[in-house]
T-cell receptor
């Protein structure tokens, strides 16, 4: 089954404790992206990747890191989480460039609470 | 810069009634427009998209949307609401060179029996 998977689905952590949220897609997609969803703000892009070893900042990159060592994986790293990073996170992928109207496929989401 | 405004953070309709969710965009160049739906505790799923072909776009589950350039709108409609349509709906826009989708704030649709 073609899908985007994320782990963990739920995570409670404390301020300053490094964490990684994994994202994997099995569709051989070039483009991958991370979003955070907050009430009243919709989804905002954190980072995106056009291909292996090619990543760039989105609209809200502060406090986050990403890497793209393999085409299928795009982990999101919070080196020192803070309470304002409490949010619902989505990973997405698409076949080619999102700008040409390609459909993005979303993972199920990771709900993060930072105490 | 492009942006998307969804009018109404909450919309409530009766089962069988018309569903109308409003989306207006701002873009200086022709956009690509999307509607996504998010069911409780799930990721986003594409309902339909406009990519400069027909201005009336039909999607899944009986939804459709009409691109109106003169009004910079892409409103989502469904003639008859069903209980299973209860979800949050997001309008999004992308343009050449932006490398991302820009989402609206979302509209939560409630269906009353």
């Amino acid at each position: 089954e073609a899908q985007v998977t994320q782990n963990p689905r739920y995570l409670i952590t404390v301020t300053g404790k490094k964490l990684t949220v994994t994202c994997s897609q099995n569709m051989n997609h070039e483009y991958m992206s991370w979003y955070r969803q907050d009430p009243g703000l919709g989804l905002r892009q954190i980072y995106y990747s056009m291909n292996v070893e090619v990543t760039d900042k989105g609209d809200v990159p502060e406090g986050y890191k990403v890497s793209r060592k393999e085409k299928r994986n795009f982990p999101l790293i919070l080196e020192s989480p803070s309470p304002n990073q409490t949010s619902l996170y989505f990973c997405a992928s698409s076949l080619g460039l999102a700008v040409i109207g390609e459909t993005q496929y979303f993972g199920p989401g990771t709900r993060l609470l930072v105490l | 810069a492009q942006s998307v405004t969804q009018l109404g953070s909450h919309v409530s309709v009766s089962e069988g009634a018309l569903v109308l969710l409003r989306c207006n965009y701002s873009s200086s160049v022709p956009p690509y427009l999307f509607w996504y739906v998010q069911y409780p505790n799930q990721g986003l799923q594409l309902l339909l998209k406009y990519t400069s072909a027909a201005t009336l776009v039909k999607g899944i589950n009986g939804f459709e949307a009409e691109f109106k350039k003169s009004e910079t709108s892409f409103h989502l409609t469904k003639p008859s609401a069903h209980m299973s349509d209860a979800a949050e709906y997001f309008c999004a826009v992308s343009i050449q060179g932006a490398q991302k989708l820009v989402f609206g704030q979302g509209t939560r649709l409630t269906i009353n029996p």
